[in-house]
């Protein structure tokens, strides 16, 4: 029987999962791996898999780091005592947004990339929307208004700041295809889901923009890669991998962003039905059968892999917020649970504005944290009040999608917190079940490696 190969690199983390299929064709999970950048690749420097930065505003990761972290993942693989050449076909997914910049000969031409976590780009989210027509156009053409994380506007600032290595540049990467390349030996190319997130790509015709292109960098056309349809074969895994690895020249298929990918994890099949993933960010998404466009410019749509459309909302003060207020008051997360527990809903009036790092949804560039008829030392009110908030926000700042919600599926490493999944329900008035696989993004690579590599 066929074994099918997930890869998911994600902020934190690098998880493989294989899955074999029955002949019924039901998936199995047969095995699976995480590596954590800062703990096993500790000469990186990176903390939560992000390099230190005396300018909160800026967020980058090494790239070298990542593939570093494949070669690990595959080399673990390799001698997990699966056969491996019962591998059939590979794909993956990626944290969104993040640009690897590459010159002629595969080098790096820029050693950190920024990564969806950096907020620097404010000057050239606002160029870019001048020269479009302002942040309806932007969000009509490319599925979002400008956002400082989206690859378009970081790359003008590279262009602005860094002219030269810039022109040294043949070829920027979403952090999806960089990968994708490393496993296929070549340039491979970019899924519309993935690609949705640079305000480059015109959601409509999943082809690249000329008007975004232009108001972006000059020459950025020959610089970018194709965009195939999700369910691409891009090649097989490249003779290296073969000779060191012992890995057979399994199909890959394309790789996608690790949200678009857990639409395919989560088997969100209809308007509705959410999911709300709890990782390094929180992010809540679903289905859309029509691109119909944050009117407040809050959200995006982006290409789905299942060839429709889907809304998100994206917040960045997610598991490493929770993590702050657990480690102020000295918990661990049975603590945290049980503070969660021992504190009713509406937390008798107290309340958090939670944004430890800068927001972006709702937009708060510069850091900071404010209570209401809270004193900082109440572990317990504190604990419910983080956790209210970001319900509350996922609530509010999702309801541009126009659909009400029925049903979530909660995924994510914190979605493994039943308190935490209480709250959620309360806040929504919906049915939230958890997903019995925390990483729905790494399933959804495995699952589409299935579907398409079969
Ligand atoms: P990502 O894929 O974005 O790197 P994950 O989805 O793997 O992140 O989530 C990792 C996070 O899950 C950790 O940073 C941690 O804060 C959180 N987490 C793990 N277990 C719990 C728990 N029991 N309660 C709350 N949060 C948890
Ligand atoms: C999505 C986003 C984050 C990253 C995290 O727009 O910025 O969810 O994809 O991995």
């Given amino acids: 029987m066929p074994l099918y190969l997930g890869i998911d690199c994600s902020t934190q983390s690098l998880s493989l999962q294989v899955l074999s299929v029955d002949a019924g064709g039901a998936p199995r999970d047969v095995w699976r791996h995480a590596i954590n950048f800062d703990r096993a690749l500790p000469q990186y420097g990176t903390r939560h898999g992000v390099l230190p930065s005396e300018d909160p505003a800026i967020a980058c990761a090494p790239p070298r780091m990542w593939a570093d972290a494949l070669e690990l993942g595959l080399a673990t693989l390799s001698s997990s005592g699966l056969d491996l050449a019962r591998i059939a076909a590979v794909s993956g997914s990626a944290q969104q947004h993040g640009t690897v910049y590459l010159d002629a000969a595969g080098g790096f031409s ?21 020269a479009l027509g302002g942040p309806n156009a932007v969000a009509q053409l490319t599925g979002s208004r400008a956002f400082e994380r989206f690859a378009g506007p970081q790359i003008r600032k590279f262009w602005k700041q860094d002219r030269a290595a810039y022109e040294r540049t043949a070829r920027i990467h979403l952090v999806s295809s960089f990968m994708a390349s490393l496993l296929v030996g070549g340039d491979a190319p970019l899924d519309p889901g993935d690609a949705s997130g640079m305000n480059l790509m015109n959601l409509r015709t999943s082809g690249w923009d000329p008007r975004a292109l232009e108001a972006t960098a000059p020459g950025l056309r020959d610089r970018l890669p194709r965009i195939v349809p999700s369910s691409t074969v891009i090649g097989v895994l490249a003779p290296k991998w073969r000779g060191r690895f012992g890995l057979p020249p399994a199909k890959v298929v394309a790789w996608t962003g690790d949200n678009p990918s857990s639409v395919v994890g989560v088997g ?14 929180d992010t809540i998404f679903g289905l859309m059968r029509e691109p119909r466009v944050s009117p407040d410019g809050v959200g995006h749509v982006f290409a789905s892999p299942t060839g429709e ?42 309340r958090m504005l939670p944004y430890f790092v800068p927001e972006i949804t709702p937009r708060v560039p510069v850091a900071g944290v404010r209570r209401f008829n809270l004193d900082e030392r109440d572990a317990a009110r504190n604990v419910r009040a983080v ?68």
């Fill in 309 to 350: 459309f889907m809304g998100i909302t994206v917040f960045a003060n997610g598991s490493l917020a929770r993590e702050r207020v657990r480690d102020m008051h000295g918990l661990d997360w049975e603590g945290f649970s049980a503070a969660l527990r021992s504190t009713p809903p509406g937390n008798d009036g107290a």
């Fill in 268 to 281: 969100l099949a209809e308007e509705g039905e959410v999911a709300i993933s709890l990782g390094t960010s």
């Fill in 387 to 454: 956790i209210e908030a970001q319900m509350t926000a996922l609530k509010k700042y999702s309801a541009w999608m126009g659909v009400p919600v029925r049903k979530i599926h909660a995924t994510g490493g914190a979605s493994a917190n039943r308190e935490i999944l209480q709250v959620m329900a309360e806040v929504f008035g919906a049915n939230v079940q958890r997903l019995d696989e925390t990483n729905s993004a790494c399933l959804g690579a495995a699952l589409r490696a299935v579907k398409h590599g079969s």
């Fill in 110 to 130: 820029r050693a950190a990339s920024p990564i969806w976590m950096d907020t620097s780009t404010s000057t050239e989210c606002a160029e870019i929307t001048a």
